[in-house]
């Protein structure tokens, strides 16, 4: 190994790291944008006054006690780009917010401010609010704001003094499971100080990971060589370097436990500013060795070793031998990923469990990259500025990873040019789906993806150059309707408004995320699905649970019993009444 550390190492550590963790609102926005085309900085355009339009007006308190509150971003962004505008607002001393001249139309609504988090009346987390504008009408609503909560400390070693660039992270329980996932990060200053803020009330559990230590670095010790004629270990201080255990600073977990599972939560309450301090020890860590075989003469190499928690990644080079050494590694579940030539993508992956001892041995061979290409049309009519972005992903989803995402897990992204031709470089063997996201193309549906005459729309295995066939079309299903849910102390049904709708499609169908369709009810309970491909769903209406939570298979097996079947045919259209099903305590 060199001493000098290989910048592949280096950026593909930067790649992993740039998918960190980003708030509930963000990811709804940038799905939002990309569906739709709505650029991140909205700002008003307000059509032509007529006598159609309307007007939206409301309220923005704070809770608990209900106190107005100003300076509230209030963006209006409607469904149907070609129907409705875009506008904002901000919220008076009074809390109040009124705009005029909106067209016609169902619209989403974010209200945002610096340190705040938008409730229902329920007090739970509530992002967006979906209404319908009707003609020469003024709309008012209500909106909650909770204060969040903010983690703050000092992270210090074991003498007192200081410890800067430290990663801290803040975890919470992920719905249903046993598991947790990322949900705020922040780093120490000079004086080992940090801060992590919006956090939204709740449980949460905090893990402090030291900066890469620079001996993880350093060209590779020579192992103790022994004499083929005398047996005798000519390496003198081989037997001291073995004697004396490698300790590092290593991922410690409030309130200073290796162990994730011994760690402690800590609870937030709104508005809460909650001291947590570390002591960070020096840790027993271990080595993991092996070699990366295939890589051609000069092209170069490098591993990265994530946790699976996610907290935590270790990096090294492939030496020209194909040898690699990964130091300062604590006990736990690794997976060990290999990279080759420019490219940043995994080529392989491998499963590694840490416990008490080095690992040695590890043989990874990486295969070739080739290339994809295929051809996209679509059947009817689509907007001359929709932009048509082919995805290919494998087709078995990697767990979120918390702050370090592979790269595969968003999959790799292909722009079809104007004759509908895309291609994808780099692709390594083994099983995918593709996926098609449009801009300015709401109601587009992919129909079929082909390759070599096959139906491959469920998933395919490449292992060499192919070329694909994908078609879309615009004469997707539509469904809509209405949410009704028991009044309480009532007899009769209430209307419900702001849940969320979901078209689950059958089996088969449930590791392609595009056949989920997903809608909201306005404020009179009513939600419209478009652009559903042909073929039979479950429909169910929750509210308060997490966005995506209808992916995990267990949250689908506990509400088989609250669904309504129904299949929806190409081009069709139809009604349907749902009841607002109970998601449970666990999952929301």
């Known amino acids: 190994m060199q001493s000098e550390t290989n910048p592949q190492v280096l950026h593909f550590a930067h790649d992993v790291t740039s998918a960190l963790f980003s708030s509930k609102l963000m990811r709804l926005l940038a799905l939002f944008c990309i569906v739709l085309g709505v650029p991140w900085t909205v700002r008003a355009q307000i059509p032509t006054p007529n006598v159609n339009a309307a007007s939206v007006s409301g309220t923005v308190i704070k809770e608990p006690g209900s106190e107005p509150l100003k300076k509230v971003l209030v963006q209006v962004i409607a469904e149907d780009q070609k129907q409705g505008g875009n506008y904002t607002a901000s919220s008076d001393t009074d809390g109040h917010f009124r705009i005029e001249n909106v067209q016609p139309g169902r619209y989403r609504i974010f209200v945002e401010r610096t340190g705040f988090v938008p409730v229902n009346a329920r007090g739970v987390r509530a992002d967006t609010n979906v209404i319908a504008v009707q003609p020469g009408q003024t709309e008012e609503i209500l909106f909650r704001m909770l204060p969040t909560a903010v983690i703050s400390g000092r992270i210090t070693d074991e003498d007192g003094?200081?410890?800067?660039?430290?990663?801290?992270?803040?975890?919470?329980?992920?719905?249903?499971?046993?598991?947790?996932?990322?949900?705020?990060?922040?780093?120490?200053?000079?004086?080992?100080?940090?801060?992590?803020a919006g956090l939204f009330p709740g449980q949460y559990w905090v893990a402090a990971v030291p900066p890469p230590d620079a001996r993880d670095y350093e060209p590779s010790r020579k192992k103790a060589s022994v004499d083929d004629r005398s047996g005798e270990d000519h390496s003198a201080d081989s037997r001291v370097q073995e004697a004396q255990p490698d300790t590092r600073y290593i991922t410690t977990y409030y309130p200073g436990t290796f162990d994730a599972m011994q760690a402690a939560s800590v609870?937030?309450?709104?508005?809460?500013?909650?001291?947590?301090?570390?002591?960070?020890?020096?840790?027993?860590?271990?080595?993991?060795?092996?070699?990366?075989?295939?890589?051609?003469?000069?092209?170069?190499?490098?591993?990265?070793?994530?946790?699976?928690?996610?907290?935590?990644?270790h990096g090294s080079e492939v030496g020209p031998d194909g040898q690699f050494e990964i130091r300062g590694v604590g006990p736990g579940s690794y997976s060990l990923m290999a990279t080759t030539g420019e490219s940043q993508s995994p080529r392989i992956h491998q499963d590694v469990t840490v416990v008490a001892a080095d690992i040695e041995g590890l043989r990874l061979a990486p295969a070739a990259s080739f290339r994809l290409s295929g051809h996209?049309?679509?059947?009817?009519?689509?907007?001359?500025?929709?932009?048509?972005?082919?995805?290919?992903?494998?087709?078995?989803?990697?767990?979120?990873?918390?702050?370090?995402?592979?790269?595969?897990?968003?999959?790799?992204?292909?722009?079809?040019?104007?004759?509908?031709?895309?291609?994808?470089?780099?692709?390594?063997?083994?099983?995918?789906?593709?996926?098609?996201?449009?801009?300015?193309?709401?109601?587009?549906?992919?129909?079929?993806?082909?390759l070599g005459g096959r139906d491959v729309e469920t998933g395919f295995a490449a292992s060499a150059p192919a070329s694909l066939d994908v078609l879309m079309s615009d004469k997707g299903a539509t469904i809509e309707g209405v949410v009704v849910g028991q009044q309480k102390d009532k007899d009769k049904d209430e209307m419900v408004g702001n849940a969320a709708v979901v078209a689950v499609p059958e089996e088969k169908y449930r590791k392609l995320p595009d056949h989920f369709v997903v809608g909201s009810t306005d404020q009179n309970g009513r939600f419209i699905l478009r652009g559903l491909p042909p073929g039979s769903y479950t429909l169910y209406a929750w509210q308060d649970v997490e966005e995506g939570v209808y992916h995990d298979p267990d949250f689908l097996k506990s509400q088989e019993a609250n669904g309504t079947g129904v299949k929806a045919a190409e081009g069709s259209s139809q009604r349907i009444e749902l009841k607002l099903s109970d998601a449970g305590a666990d999952w929301r």
């Open 376 to 450: 996209l049309r679509v059947e009817g009519a689509v907007s001359r500025d929709a932009q048509l972005t082919v995805n290919l992903r494998p087709t078995e989803q990697p767990d979120d990873a918390g702050f370090f995402m592979s790269p595969d897990y968003f999959g790799a992204n292909a722009v079809a040019d104007r004759n509908g031709n895309f291609e994808w470089k780099d692709v390594t063997p083994g099983n995918y789906i593709v996926q098609v996201y449009a801009t300015d193309g709401q109601g587009l549906f992919l129909k079929s993806v082909t």
């Open 161 to 196: 003094d200081p410890m800067s660039e430290v990663r801290v992270m803040v975890q919470k329980k992920r719905p249903g499971k046993l598991s947790r996932e990322g949900a705020g990060m922040g780093t120490t200053n000079d004086l080992g100080e940090f801060r992590i």
């Open 267 to 313: 609870n937030l309450k709104a508005g809460d500013e909650l001291p947590v301090n570390l002591t960070l020890v020096p840790g027993r860590t271990f080595s993991v060795r092996g070699v990366v075989t295939g890589v051609p003469p000069g092209q170069k190499a490098a591993v990265v070793l994530v946790s699976r928690g996610g907290e935590a990644f």
